[in-house]
């Protein structure tokens, strides 16, 4: 089984940063990606950036030049460094991961954390 922790969010106003942090935990052998996903209440789950294990790192468009997603692959860890932040930004944060527990292909599975708050609001 694997757990992902998120930690970091938080109040903040508009024009400031926040650094998020996600570590993930339990029995894992490789991890394809990791990734920031936010919600608003009654709106879908979206992607705010992604790193795969290949190098490929996604952002959306609405984040571009200001948020910027790393990974201490050491530490099972990722990171996402938030500048510049506006009150559209305000949602519940999601860690996400795409991880073997095992060398065999079938034991990868997609894992979520439960959620860290940020608000942006003067």
């Known amino acids: 089984q694997v757990q992902l922790a998120e930690s970091g969010g938080g109040l903040v106003q508009p024009g400031g940063s926040l650094r998020l942090s996600c570590v993930a935990s339990g029995t894992i052998y490789s991890i394809y990606s990791m990734g920031w996903y936010r919600q608003i209440p009654g709106k879908q789950r979206e992607l705010v950036a992604s790193s795969a294990i290949d190098g490929r790192i996604d952002y959306a468009d609405s984040v571009k030049g200001r948020f910027t997603i790393s990974r201490d692959n050491s530490k099972n860890t990722a990171f996402l460094q938030m500048n510049n932040l506006r009150p559209d930004d305000t949602a519940t944060y999601y860690c996400?991961?795409?991880?073997?527990?095992?060398?065999?292909?079938?034991?990868?599975?997609?894992?979520w954390g439960r959620g860290t708050q940020v608000t942006v609001s003067s």
């Open positions: 996400h991961g795409g991880i073997l527990s095992s060398h065999y292909s079938d034991s990868y599975a997609e894992y």
